[in-house]
């Protein structure tokens, strides 16, 4: 399968918690992107890293990338129940978009 | 500025009947994606179109499913005959595809189920 792994799978987390996710992909990228999945809004992206950058914030958002290990991470700080939603990784090599399999992210409040 | 927009939203057909799902990406958009997206994984891509000519189209099963740009516009999904497995909900995304951005925006999706 082409598709990276995410870690975990699922999360489960009190409101106001941070939520970390990773994500270990497989091809050689320009970018990595992480998008948000729910059933209100559908697929929708969040922040794209280069791949010669290291860390990059957006609001609650933190992205860190090690293209050594092939891998990223995504921590979401003071979460909120509308955080809850499933998140992806997605390697992007030569424009093609690959998804990875996913965190599905459970705010409680 | 309008989203991605597709048709139909549900489709239920029968197996071994045919199905064609439409799609037209954000005006400008060079890249066109059509992804798979069975219930509780990632979407997997079937096929990439670069203005209207494929880019990749190494996941696309060929032997049923076929894919057109029409003028590197307006795109259309087809699958023929289906199967019950062919159950997934079929994205379209674009993006402007270059080194300006590759951010993808996404439709709502067409969910097919095959009975």
């Known amino acids: 399968s082409q598709q990276g792994e995410e870690d975990p799978q699922a999360l489960s987390i009190q409101e106001g918690e941070n939520a970390t996710m990773n994500c270990s992909y497989k091809t050689s990228i320009n970018n990595l992107q992480w998008y948000r999945q729910n059933s209100g809004r559908g697929l929708v992206h969040l922040i794209l890293i280069r791949s010669n950058e290291r860390e990059k914030h957006s609001g609650r958002l933190r992205v860190t990338l090690d293209t050594s290990k092939k891998s990223s991470s995504l921590l979401i700080t003071a979460s909120r129940a509308a955080d809850t939603a499933s998140y992806f990784c997605?390697?992007?090599?030569?424009?093609?978009?690959?998804f990875g399999s996913g965190t599905r992210l459970l705010v409680r409040p | 500025e309008a989203g991605v927009a597709q048709s139909p939203r549900y489709k239920i057909i029968e197996k071994r009947q045919s199905v064609a799902f439409w799609c037209n990406p954000i005006s400008g958009h060079a890249t066109l994606y059509w992804y798979q997206q069975i219930l509780g994984q990632g979407p997997k891509l079937l096929i990439q179109f670069q203005n209207n000519g494929v880019v990749d189209d190494s996941q696309l099963p060929k032997d049923r499913f076929s894919a057109e740009r029409l003028k590197g516009v307006d795109s259309t999904l087809k699958i023929q005959p289906a199967k019950l497995e062919d159950s997934a909900v079929y994205l379209c995304?674009?993006?402007?595809?270059?080194?300006?951005?590759?951010?993808?925006?996404f439709g709502q999706g067409t969910r097919l189920t095959v009975v």
């Open positions: 997605v390697e992007d090599s030569s424009y093609k978009l690959i």
């Open positions: 995304a674009s993006s402007l595809g270059n080194l300006i951005g590759t951010e993808a925006f």
